[in-house]
């Protein structure tokens, strides 16, 4: 196994291209270490069955040890080999590869509920990392169509974020040769990315709206950028139905003038997200230059009360740093 992975990486640093198997890009490697930990249990197996289950356990032990040195390898040629030209191929072969090992572990290798999470951690993190490193420049160009929203005050918003939806759908065939559930995998991660961004241009104090019909227009906007981004995510194979409220509950914050009403918002949307902050709220709360001090007060203190337990949350307002 060692040895697989010595002349895999030998062939990403000398910029050797992927083989492509049914359009996507593909690597031998989880193939050649599969095949040596069948060989090795099938023959464990033909002299006892009982010295099979013992060799099982061992070979649970060599893999998972074999995937947290390919992980490291795999780190290693990310930071390392930006320059060469088959780089982003050879990314996408190997968090296919992940699919392959995956499906080694849970189908043919019945093991204990337990062991798969701890077995398969370096996978996700190969995954993840690659996903990351895919994305990289095409968040690079967004951020300053992002910047835009407050730079120009919320002027043309419609036409800002139409850019900016146009900008990820001309790099979504760059994607097209990771197998279908790591481009779904990706959408979320893109999706994740435009929902954050969005409300952190939001969160940045610079629009302060006085009047109830301004702020109607604002939540408007919102709303209908919630929905652009939503059905553009999912239509490009997103399953983060977890983000479709994020944005618009803060339109109806935004909407809404009366205090008491505006509570319960933020309430429930303390439920969906419980790590939205009372800094997050407050840089919401400032685009509402009609509420008065003590309003303000007693609608942060809504998230002083304890709601009882959340269930397991992704991350979206921990990502956010209001200032």
């Not at 989880?30 to 095949?35: E, H, M, P």
């Not at 043309?156 to 279908?180: G, H, K, N």
Request: hydrophobic share 40%.
């Amino acid at each position: 196994m060692a040895r697989a992975l010595e002349l895999e990486s030998q062939h990403w640093t000398q910029d050797a291209a992927p083989q492509r198997l049914d359009g996507h890009c593909h690597s031998e490697l989880a193939i050649d270490v599969i095949q040596i930990i069948s060989q090795g249990q099938a023959k464990a197996e033909s002299i006892t069955l009982d010295l099979g289950m013992q060799i099982k356990h061992m070979l649970l032990v060599e893999l998972a040890a074999f995937l947290k040195s390919y992980q490291r390898a795999f780190d290693e040629f990310l930071e390392r080999c930006k320059q060469l030209r088959n780089y982003r191929a050879n990314v996408i072969a190997n968090i296919n590869n992940c699919l392959s090992f995956r499906m080694f572990v849970d189908q043919k290798w019945q093991v204990p509920q337990d062991v798969p999470s701890h077995l398969l951690s370096p996978l996700d993190e190969l995954k993840s990392h690659g996903i990351d490193t895919l994305l990289q420049s095409l968040f690079g160009v967004l951020k300053p169509l992002f910047k835009r929203f407050t730079q120009t005050r919320w002027a043309a918003p419609a036409q800002t974020l139409e850019e900016i939806i146009s900008a990820v759908d001309e790099r979504l065939p760059e994607f097209s040769e990771l197998q279908d559930c790591f481009r779904e995998e990706l959408m979320e991660v893109v999706h994740l990315h435009l929902v954050k961004e969005y409300i952190i241009r939001l969160s940045k104090r610079r629009l302060v709206l006085k009047t109830e019909v301004q702020q109607q227009q604002l939540a408007g906007h919102i709303l209908a950028h919630a929905e652009l981004i939503q059905r553009f995510c999912t239509q490009n194979g997103s399953r983060a139905t977890w983000l479709h409220r994020a944005l618009p509950t803060l339109a109806e914050v935004i909407r809404l003038q009366d205090s008491s009403a505006i509570k319960i918002e933020v309430a429930t949307y303390a439920t969906w997200y419980p790590d939205f902050s009372k800094g997050h709220l407050s840089a919401i709360l400032a685009i509402k230059g009609n509420l008065s001090n003590s309003e303000l007060r007693s609608i942060r203190g809504i998230l002083d009360v304890d709601t009882g337990p959340h269930e397991p949350s992704k991350s979206l307002f921990s990502l956010i740093k209001v200032g």
